[in-house]
T-cell receptor
Framework: AQSVSQHNHHVILSEAASLELGCNYS??????LFWYVQYPGQHLQLLLK??????LVKGIKGFEAEFIKSKFSFNLRKPSVQWSDTAEYFC???????????FGQGTELSVKP | NAGVTQTPKFRVLKTGQSMTLLCAQD?????MYWYRQDPGMGLRLIHY???????AKGEVPDGYNVSRLKKQNFLLGLESAAPSQTSVYFC??????????????FGPGTRLTVL
């Protein structure tokens, strides 16, 4: 079955620390990959996406992600987090089935000032 | 543009009551989706629609019905609410389901509690 796994359920960091959130997906051929962010009390917003081409994609607010096809991974990174990055982060995969997204369980990030 | 809007924002129901959640989008998107968000489970697709007049089941469709009578609206119905349907419901839309055009835009959510 198609599935997406986020290994970290809750990450706590201090400001200026580096961030890496893991995301792995089950094999399913060609995929499109997304990272969404949900700030407290708000709806999901797109951080970045990968469709094809350069496997290192850059998104908003200094986030980037690298698609490693051989590892079925799409990890999210940021060199230096800020308190305002406190949010829940979701990895999502489209297996080219009519636009449907499969979401990971989410990772809650808490950044201490 | 308002993007994707949802009504109501909050609702409390008693077991067995019915209700309808309304989602509206003004981006002329073909595809619309209903998800539920539960702690530790991410978002799970309930139903979706690939165009006006069409609907299809997602991952967790039981206990819900949907209708897409107009392109801009996607309704989610609970005929007989159960406590297990206590959740936050998100609507989303996308231009299409094809690769580069399937970025989904989300509404603000509806927090539903079933007592």
């Amino acid at each position: 079955a198609q599935s997406v796994s986020q290994h970290n359920h809750h990450v706590i960091l201090s400001e200026a620390a580096s961030l890496e959130l893991g995301c792995n997906y089950s094999y399913g051929g060609t995929v499109n990959l997304f990272w969404y962010v949900q700030y407290p009390g708000q709806h999901l917003q797109l951080l970045l996406k990968y469709f094809s081409g350069d496997p290192l994609v850059k998104g908003i607010k200094g986030f980037e992600a690298e698609f490693i096809k051989s590892k079925f991974s799409f990890n999210l990174r940021k060199p230096s987090v800020q308190w305002s990055d406190t949010a829940e982060y979701f990895c999502a995969v489209n297996y080219n089935q009519g636009g449907k997204l499969i979401f990971g369980q989410g990772t809650e990030l808490s950044v201490k000032p | 543009n308002a993007g994707v809007t949802q009504t109501p924002k909050f609702r409390v129901l008693k077991t067995g009551q019915s209700m309808t959640l309304l989602c509206a989008q003004d981006m002329n998107h073909e595809y619309m989706y209903w998800y539920r968000q539960d702690p530790g489970m991410g978002l799970r697709l309930i139903h979706y629609s690939v165009g006006e007049g069409t609907t299809a089941k997602g991952e967790v469709p039981d206990g819900y019905n949907v209708s897409r009578l107009k392109k801009q609206n996607f309704l989610l119905g609970l005929e007989s609410a159960a406590p297990s349907q206590t959740s936050v419901y998100f609507c989303a839309s996308s231009y299409s389901g094809l690769s580069s055009y399937n970025e989904q835009f989300f509404g603000p959510g509806t927090r539903l509690t079933v007592l």
